[in-house]
């Protein structure tokens, strides 16, 4: 009866954030002549509407203007008397190619005085068409998704309390809670820069920014999977979604599309991953070495480790870390792989492992697919007689397979435009940069406090201001205390088996992958091999990145020490063990956050077009040869015997009205979209399909027949065999799905002690 209450009050609940999606849908317009204008002090001039009385809620205002310049001049919203953060609204720039323009801004309380306002600068001028500021129901959308996570997750933590009731011992159900509560203080403690609520400003933040917004730009415009992300260079496109899979931004994404500000989704994105690294490190070192406390040990060094706060933080390389989450389930998946007998029943599930965690990795950041792949080569190698076992050739063929076939709609237009197209990623050029001195020096390895910078260059220019480039001292005392134990015999003492092959291969690989990190490991001399040695070393651009696979190995190597301390019975030796190092993971972890929120820059963003789009880092996707300063929002290019009639550019493409002179011959335009392999332009009555070529500056050309008259619409297409790929995908997976549910695969991990 209770449950029933409950149920209902939630139902309840939600009926009333979609009784608020209605009704909202009053609009204030505004002439020219509303607005006025006064020098200010810089000798800017500023343009500010009349007061508008608005009660809480989330806005649309949309500006129709024509300025000859493009960022030299923007518009805002304003308000008088709210409090602190009562209005979260970005000033957002004018571009000379666009007519019109729209924000959304948020509004926490009611006002009496909201206005727009228009800043010019003293070298440009703006023409003000008209305004208008319209209400949304993002408010509504927002709550409900807020109030539905909560009610989910409360039903089913209330569900697993029933089922487990009375069926655990006193003891156990104690443990079960005191292990939620260390992976909660792991989930906050690692999250605890997201709580100031604003970004903070680093390298890569901008371009993961637009790849987010781009993935909610191209969903909303009916693409999907998403391809080509068309925010991108004033609304050129960009093909991001073909090389840096863009699946787990569908999240934030979506959160966006409910309505939520750019930033708070971002940040919810993150709190969402260490959530998942901490579950996921917790459960897959736990079955490791079953026991769940050894497991949650294991996952504090892997989640606290400073490079990965680092990546997170500092650097926001987006696709490391979310690849990092799922590094523990396939370290899980390899070790039950060589270490179990190959008869038993489970053995034959391994395979479900590998697949969901390469699947995961290769949908978040291909280069640490291939950094796993060349460590897995090397372990097999080590384990070579375990590798040539049939039961662990079946399990290796069945992953490979799966794996190739859940990613197929990712893998084939990768490769696709790898080959085809003409793109900065596939020149020459790309594979000649040396990567040695990009590696650690000794006192960044074996630094014992990370002090945060923002420089990542080379040996040449020291240390000052770096990047903590190291893998944290709590992570190394675990090391150190492997060789001590080596040292004093006790290794060689424990029995023979597979936990000991673990904590000693654990041990070498770690130090190897340290060692490979430095810039004393010879990445020059590989790469002056040529070939395929040349282009694989030079993609890794930074040796820096293989700190992700020393976290799992020293990971293992500290799950292994307090395994081994355990059997022996030596007690006090293991608590003084563990609480140096958990003591120091915290002490150093939050000594890093103290120095990075006190001297890092930040940004609130709230608005997609507040931060610009023109961001591109390495320009690794853009055709070979173009001058990104040409790429002007809305250029179009024509002959004198083409007229363009009326033009109309969104987020599915570009509809254009032509009239070409009869008897000026062949004819073409060139639309602001940048050429890729799959742009299609048909004539919207007759469907009648023009040829799309490589244009001046590797814009879409669309050849137009002589004396045409009609509309068209360029847009991307993908083609029929990355159709015919994508359905294989998703057949696959729909197979596989039955195959868990049918072969209960929630116990395909292994048993684990309670």
């Not at 939630?10 to 002439?31: A, H, Y």
């Not at 000693?504 to 395929?532: E, N």
């Not at 990145?545 to 020293?554: D, G, K, Q």
């Not at 030596?570 to 190092?581: M, S």
Request: proline fraction near 2%.
């Amino acid at each position: 009866m209770k449950r029933k209450w409950i149920l209902s009050l939630q139902l309840m609940v939600l009926l009333l954030c979609i009784t608020g999606l209605f009704g909202k849908d009053k609009t204030w317009n505004m002439e020219s002549s509303a607005f006025v204008s006064a020098q200010q002090e810089d000798g800017r001039t500023a343009w500010n509407s009349g007061n508008i009385s608005l009660r809480s809620g989330v806005y649309r205002a949309r500006l129709s203007y024509v300025t000859q310049d493009d960022m030299l001049n923007a518009w805002s919203v304003e308000a008088d008397g709210l409090s602190f953060d009562g209005l979260l609204a970005n000033a957002c720039m004018l571009y000379s190619g666009l007519t019109e323009t729209d924000m959304y801004f948020w509004l926490l309380e009611d006002t009496d005085s909201l206005r727009l306002r228009i800043v010019c600068d003293e070298s440009s001028e703006v023409t003000i068409r008209n305004a208008a500021v319209m209400e949304t129901n993002a408010g509504a959308r927002m709550f409900f998704v807020i109030f539905l996570t909560c009610f989910v997750i409360w039903d089913i933590s209330l569900y697993r309390k029933e089922k487990t009731a009375g069926n655990d011992a006193p003891e156990k159900e104690l443990e079960r809670r005191g292990i939620f509560f260390g992976m909660a203080v792991l989930v906050i403690v690692s999250s605890i820069p997201l709580l100031t609520g604003y970004e903070i400003a680093s390298a890569d933040l901008n371009g993961h920014l637009q790849r987010l917004e781009g993935t909610k730009d191209a969903l909303l415009a009916g693409q999907f999977p998403v391809r080509i992300h068309p925010n991108w260079l004033q609304g050129y496109g960009y093909a991001t979604g073909v090389f840096y899979c863009d699946t787990f931004l569908y999240i934030p994404a979506f959160l966006r599309i409910m309505g939520f500000p750019v930033g708070a989704a971002y940040l919810i994105y993150k709190f969402l991953v260490n959530v998942g690294t901490v579950v996921i490190a917790c459960e897959s070192f736990g079955r490791i070495f079953k026991s769940r406390l050894t497991g949650l040990f294991a996952a504090a060094l892997y989640t606290l480790n400073i490079y990965r706060l680092a990546t997170i933080y500092l650097k926001d390389h987006l696709g490391q870390y979310t690849a990092v989450m799922f590094l523990p389930l396939f370290a899980l998946g390899v070790w039950r792989l060589l270490a179990e007998d190959g008869k038993g029943r489970n053995y034959k599930k391994i395979w479900i492992l590998l697949v969901l965690s390469v699947t995961g990795i290769i949908q978040s950041h291909v280069l640490t697919c291939e950094m796993a792949a060349v460590f897995s080569v090397l372990t097999g190698i080590v384990f070579i007689r375990r590798v040539f076992r049939r039961e662990t050739l079946l399990e290796i063929g069945k992953a490979l397979l799966g794996i190739v076939l859940l990613n197929l709609w990712f893998i084939v237009p990768f490769l696709d435009f790898m080959t085809t197209q003409k793109l900065i990623i596939t020149g020459e050029q790309v594979y000649t940069r040396a990567i040695q001195g990009y590696g650690s020096l000794l006192p960044q390895l074996f630094g014992i406090f990370a002090i945060p910078g923002a420089g990542d260059g080379d040996v040449s220019a020291g240390m000052q201001g770096e990047i903590p480039f190291t893998i944290g001292a709590g992570l190394l005392i675990g090391l150190f205390y492997y060789g001590y134990l080596c040292l004093t015999g006790r290794i060689r003492q424990q029995e023979k088996g597979a936990m000991k092959s673990l904590g000693i291969f654990a041990a070498v690989f770690s130090a190897l992958a340290l060692f490979m990190t430095t810039v004393y490991f010879p990445w020059d001399r590989l790469q002056g091999l040529g070939g395929f040695m040349e282009k694989g070393v030079s993609a890794l651009q930074y040796p820096t990145r293989i700190y992700v696979i020393a976290a799992v190995f020293l990971s293992l190597v500290g799950g292994y020490i307090l395994l081994i301390e355990k059997e022996g019975g030596r007690w006090k030796n293991l608590w003084i063990y563990a609480g140096t190092t958990i003591s120091t993971l915290f002490l150093v972890a939050g000594m890093f956050f103290s120095i990075l929120l006190a001297n890092a820059s930040f940004y609130k963003i709230y608005e997609e077009n507040a931060f610009g789009n023109s961001y591109l880092s390495g320009r690794e996707y853009l055709p070979l040869g173009t001058d990104e300063d040409l790429l002007k929002a809305g250029r179009i290019i024509h002959p004198e015997t083409v007229e363009v009639r009326s033009f109309q550019k969104d987020h599915g493409g570009i509809e254009i009205e032509l009239v070409c002179a009869d008897g000026g011959g062949e004819a073409y335009v060139e639309l602001p979209l940048l050429y890729y392999r799959g742009y299609q332009a048909k004539d919207m009555a007759t469907g009648e399909r023009y040829a799309v070529t490589d244009g001046e500056n590797h814009v879409v050309r669309v050849e137009l027949p002589d004396g045409y008259r009609g509309t068209i619409d360029t847009s991307f297409v993908s083609p029929w065999y990355w159709r015919a790929a994508e359905a294989v995908t998703a057949m696959s997976w729909g197979v596989f799905l039955i195959y868990c549910f049918r072969k209960n695969a929630r116990n395909i991990g292994g048993g684990t002690e309670r």
